[in-house]
Each structure stands twice: as structure tokens, then as C-alpha cells.
């Protein structure tokens, strides 16, 4: 199904609750414009818009950041785009009651490409740097709740990341394996 609201496309994806969403991209002499939210186009589209954080991240060429989520009562509906750059960006179903639930599927996001992710409740989300710099920015539905801050192993889910060792941090490291999750989704 692809639907539009005259302010963006909206594409699923074989996750369900997940969707692609394009935004018109304006370019001129002077650059470029690019709506990432609109209220009423969201509502129309059957989105939430409910975001209570928003935040950026920078990550250099190889970095891996993921995968992430909250642990209910603090989990969230995501918004992801690439704001400059290419990154890899993956989404994996923890739902347990999802016909998808285990799987991934995965992304590529650019910064000149419009193309954002909603993400539903109960899925983790990562990506993987493939420019020199990407800037990532993010719009969730629930404050950071350090005690229901949870993730998953990049390398226990399947993922073809094309690459065996990425640039990760200590809290990404330390993740337990997709196997051994016991998911409250």
C-alpha cells in the first residue's frame, strides 16, 4: 500500500506498524526544503504525533549504533531520517505476537533522499555508518528512561551488515544475543 497526503508518501514495509515515508523535497538556486512533520498529515496517515524527545546523533564512517529500544511502560514509536550522509539502518520485530516477529529488514537512508522510518512500539532499531559523517536525527514518543533502556546484539539477529568489525560502543558491546531476549512486546 502506498498512501499520500500531498506532504508525504507513506510506503509499508513487510514489517508491520513500520512504514517508509517520503517527504517532498523542495530544491531551488538556494538549496533545498524538506517538512519532516506535519500533524494533520500524520493523523491523516494513521501516525502518531505524540513525540515527546527529539535528538541528533553524529557518527563517523563504521560506526554501528544499535540495536535499541525501551522496555515498556517507557517504550516508543520512532522517527528516523538521515539528515546528511548514508547510513544502513535496520529495524527488527521483537513483537511477539507479529507474524514477522525475529525478523529484520533493512534500510538505506540518505541524506538527500527525503526517506524517513516510523517505527512502531516494540521493535529495536540500529544502523551502520556508510559515508565519511552521517548525522541521524530521531523524534520518539516517550522520554529516555535509563531503566527500560534496552538492546540487542548487532551480530545475533542475521543482520548482513557488510562488515565484520564495526565501530561500537561499550554499551553496544555488552548487549545480550537475540536468542536469550525474553520479549515483554
Known amino acids: 500500500m502506498t498512501e499520500g497526503t500531498g506532504n508525504f508518501i507513506c510506503r509499508e514495509t513487510r514489517l508491520a506498524g513500520c512504514y517508509v515515508l517520503q517527504a517532498k523535497v523542495r530544491e531551488d538556486a538556494r538549496g533545498s526544503f524538506t517538512k519532516v512533520f506535519h500533524e494533520g498529515a500524520f493523523r491523516e496517515l494513521g501516525l502518531t504525533t505524540e513525540f515527546r524527545e527529539e535528538y541528533f546523533s553524529v557518527s563517523k564512517k563504521n560506526v554501528l549504533r544499535g540495536l535499541h529500544f525501551q522496555l515498556p511502560p517507557a517504550d516508543h514509536e ?70 527500560f533502556d534496552e538492546g540487542i546484539r548487532w551480530d545475533t539477529a542475521g543482520i548482513e551488515w557488510g562488515i565484520s568489525s564495526p565501530i561500537l560502543s561499550e554499551r553496544d558491546q555488552g548487549f545480550g544475543a537475540l536468542e536469550d531476549f525474553s520479549s515483554p512486546f
Open 78 to 147: 520512532k522517527l528516523v531520517w538521515c539528515m546528511r550522509g548514508k547510513v544502513l539502518d535496520v529495524v527488527l520485530d521483537l513483537r511477539r505476537a507479529s507474524a514477522t516477529y525475529g525478523t529484520h529488514q533493512c534500510f538505506v537512508l540518505a541524506g538527500d533522499s527525503g526517506e524517513m522510518l516510523y517505527i512502531p512500539r516494540g521493535m529495536a532499531h540500529g544502523f551502520l555508518t556508510l559515508s565519511d559523517e552521517a548525522v541521524m536525527m530521531y523524534k520518539v514518543t516517550s522520554v529516555y528512561a535509563p531503566d
